[in-house]
């Protein structure tokens, strides 16, 4: 049951990922075409999903928002683990004061609730996708430094790791070389992870207006813009809801058999 579970969230994240990928070729309309007179009209056979207030195709939104979303996950990720292998490799290899003030400069940014913060930095930058992206990434390097950190701690005392730096090899040539290849089984794990955790807050984001601008569509901008029509047509605010929740489950599904297979082999 559980593989059927994986099984389903990666074909769900392949279909997402495709179609955000093409939507200028599956978009049956350009997601900024406002039709004022067809405003909030239900879906239809011309339009699948209905249209928004502004009488925008949903569907063509939804794909285009997908992309602005899968992208701005795809990057925070990228950037919170590279940030992460950096700060953690030097701090579980170094050891001493050099890991005091790097771990204690984690451990204030974790003090803080991960959202707030976001928010807070959001609104000092201003809302853009390439803020928003630093915003969640200095909100998610933390974690991976933390991992990274642990799993050098115990390697560093690995014969290998020892002979290696008997030999004079270089501290950063054994950390490159020799550490990190065999640590980040688990930094694999948490950005599956993490890739769910940075769609939310992105969508959390644009819900508070401190996200992606209108008329850029975004998941989470498509139910700022819809909460108030919850009652008149419902679908415009459960339709991308449904998509967010469908990709964080898969996401977590995967990451969850990724780190069941990697302690099987451990």
């Known amino acids: 049951m559980h593989r059927m579970g994986v099984l389903i969230g990666c074909l769900i994240l392949i279909l997402l990922t495709a179609s955000a990928l093409f939507a200028p070729m599956l978009a049956p309309y350009s997601p900024f075409e406002i039709r004022l007179e067809e405003g909030l009209s239900a879906p239809s056979s011309s339009h699948i999903l209905g249209q928004d207030k502004l009488g925008r195709d949903v569907l063509s939104r939804v794909l285009y928002g997908g992309r602005v979303s899968l992208s701005i ?14 700060v953690g490799a030097i701090s579980g ?10 771990m204690r400069f984690v451990d204030i940014m974790f003090a803080f609730p991960g959202i707030l913060l976001a928010i807070v930095v ?25 991992v990274i950190r642990g799993q050098i701690l115990v390697a560093r005392c690995e014969d290998y790791i020892l002979a290696a730096t008997a030999l004079g090899l ?17 930094v694999i794990v948490e950005g599956s992870f ?3 955790h940075a769609i939310v807050a992105e969508a959390s984001l644009s819900f508070l207006g401190l996200g992606i601008q209108p008329p850029t569509p975004s998941w989470g901008g498509m139910i700022s813009d819809s909460k108030s029509f919850l009652l008149v047509a419902p679908y415009l605010v459960i339709i991308p809801g449904l998509i967010i929740m469908a990709v964080v489950v898969s996401f977590n599904l995967l990451g969850d058999w990724l780190r069941g297979r990697l302690t099987e082999r451990g």
């Open 73 to 86: 996950g795809v990057a925070v990720t990228f950037i919170s683990v590279l940030v992460g292998i950096m």
């Open 93 to 102: 290899f170094l050891g001493g004061r050099a890991d005091s003030i790097l």
């Open 122 to 146: 959001s609104a000092i930058l201003g809302p853009s996708v390439l803020n928003i992206i630093i915003a969640l990434s200095i909100l998610g390097w933390g974690g991976f430094a933390r």
């Open 170 to 186: 270089p501290p950063w040539r054994v950390v490159i070389k020799h550490l990190l290849p065999n640590v980040l089984a688990p």
């Open 194 to 196: 993490a890739m769910g």
